[in-house]
């Protein structure tokens, strides 16, 4: 945005020069031409960084994938048919190329990750620091995956695709499912004796 005001401020400045100065036909000719290369430029520098944001959340996702594949295999965890199922029921993709769950993936995500956190806060089993850090990567990993969905929900009622009142709907069904989580977070927490 900034580098956008600074160019057209620029463009302005050039062509007040121009009319100042009653410049010949070749002089402003050259200014238009100066005009169309920092058009384009800003084009570019447009295209570039929606590109780089694409290609961050796209990281981010994989990073995501990561993460619970490896909470998954500490925890001993070798059926995976929370992901498999969520994975095969497919994903909505609006927001560039990057797979963004649906609601109802990550309300059973987060469902099942609740469940989770109740059985080890109920366990009687001595409590293993190990456990915590573990379920803490995944429930980072849902909360990244919310932020990812609300970023959609933005894009979709930015390009006039959702309504308001959609928007808002869904807008609070994802703050129930944060809150959901942030309260097994503070289970987990307060078991472990970890104040974070």
């Known amino acids: 945005m900034r580098k956008r005001f600074v160019i057209a401020a620029g463009v302005m400045g050039m062509m007040v020069l121009a009319g100042c100065q009653n410049a010949g ?3 402003t000719e050259q200014l238009k031409q100066q005009i169309a290369q ?12 929606n590109a ?8 981010a996702s994989t990073d995501t994938a990561g993460n619970e594949s490896a909470a998954e295999a ?10 498999t199922a969520a ?15 649906t609601i109802d993936e990550l309300t059973e995500k987060v469902n099942a990750f ?21 379920l803490k990567q995944e429930a980072d990993g849902i909360d990244r995956e919310l932020e990812y969905y609300e970023d959609d929900l933005e894009f979709q009622y930015r390009n006039g695709s959702l309504t308001r009142d959609d928007y808002r709907a869904k ?6 499912l944060e809150d959901k989580l942030d309260a097994a977070e503070d289970t987990l927490e307060y078991v472990y004796g970890i104040d974070d």
């Open 87 to 101: 994975a095969d029921t497919g994903t909505q993709s609006t927001a560039g190329t990057t797979a963004v769950p």
């Open 38 to 49: 920092l058009e384009q430029q800003v084009t570019e520098l447009e295209n570039s960084s």
């Open 114 to 134: 609740v469940a989770k956190a109740d059985a080890e806060a109920a366990s009687s089993a001595q409590k293993d620091l190990e456990n915590f850090f573990t």
């Open 171 to 176: 807008e609070r069904e994802l703050d129930l």
């Open 52 to 59: 780089g944001a694409a290609e961050d959340t796209a990281d």
């Open 25 to 27: 036909s070749s002089e």
């Open 74 to 83: 500490s925890n001993g965890n070798t059926a995976s048919t929370d992901n």
